[in-house]
């Protein structure tokens, strides 16, 4: 059997990084069918700057996730964590696909989004697979919370962006219920209330920039 470089687990998240912020991402399932429809001018600029947004957030989750499993205790903890990033990995291919057609681009910060969300996913993971998974089902839940928002603020013509945001949103709820399963524990408030602020921050930039 070959044996294991100590630096291949390194290496292997260089590459993952390298993956998901430069690379054009892969989706492993079709982009969810939703009619594409004509929209104003004012419009086609709201829904970009929010797909922009959900682009960036998928960015931040994929390398919390890549952060989470360099660290993980357990193999069964950093499978649960990879196929995760795996799906969230469709979700930015399709967000990436959405802002071409809405004629926009992604966040010219998305390189920092990831660096930061690495070392964070990292933190919590070297607490312990516990606190691990907690983080999951709580990043997973902001962002619930974050697609519904969307889901109200789009242009009611939008139902394409609408179509990609709900498969998302339905794929965000099993990874948290997943990580919940596997033996999450429950957040501290306080860490809870910090990871709402810097996902503000996020969000808020990535609008924009
Ligand atoms: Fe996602
Ligand atoms: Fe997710």
């Not at 998928?58 to 193999?75: D, M, P």
């Not at 969300?117 to 839940?141: C, H, K, N, P």
């Not at 997943?178 to 921050?201: N, Q, S």
Request: overall charge negative.
């Amino acid at each position: 059997m070959e044996s294991r470089h100590p630096l291949d687990p390194f290496i292997a998240a260089a590459d993952r990084a390298l993956r998901a912020v430069f690379a054009p991402a892969h989706a492993s399932r079709p982009v969810p069918d939703g009619e594409a429809s004509t929209l104003s001018e004012a419009e086609r600029r709201e829904s970009a700057a929010l797909m922009r947004v959900n682009h960036a957030g998928e960015i931040a989750a994929q390398a919390l996730y890549h952060g989470q499993a360099l660290v993980s205790r357990s193999t069964a903890t950093q499978e649960i964590l990879l196929h995760a990033a795996k799906e969230e990995s469709d979700h930015l291919a399709w967000c990436e696909t959405r802002l071409k057609e809405l004629e926009s681009r992604p966040s010219l910060l998305n390189p920092l989004w990831y660096c930061g969300s690495f070392a964070i996913g990292m933190l919590a993971a070297a607490t312990g697979d516990r606190t691990s998974l907690g983080f999951v089902v709580e990043t997973e839940r902001q962002v619930e919370g974050h697609l519904n928002e969307h889901l109200e603020r789009l242009p009611s013509g939008d139902t394409r962006s609408r179509a990609i945001l709900n498969v998302m949103r339905t794929d965000e709820i099993g990874h948290g219920a997943t990580a919940k399963a596997a033996g999450a524990a429950e957040l501290p408030a306080p860490l809870r209330a910090l990871m709402r602020h810097a996902a503000r921050v996020m969000t808020t930039a990535a609008y924009w920039i």
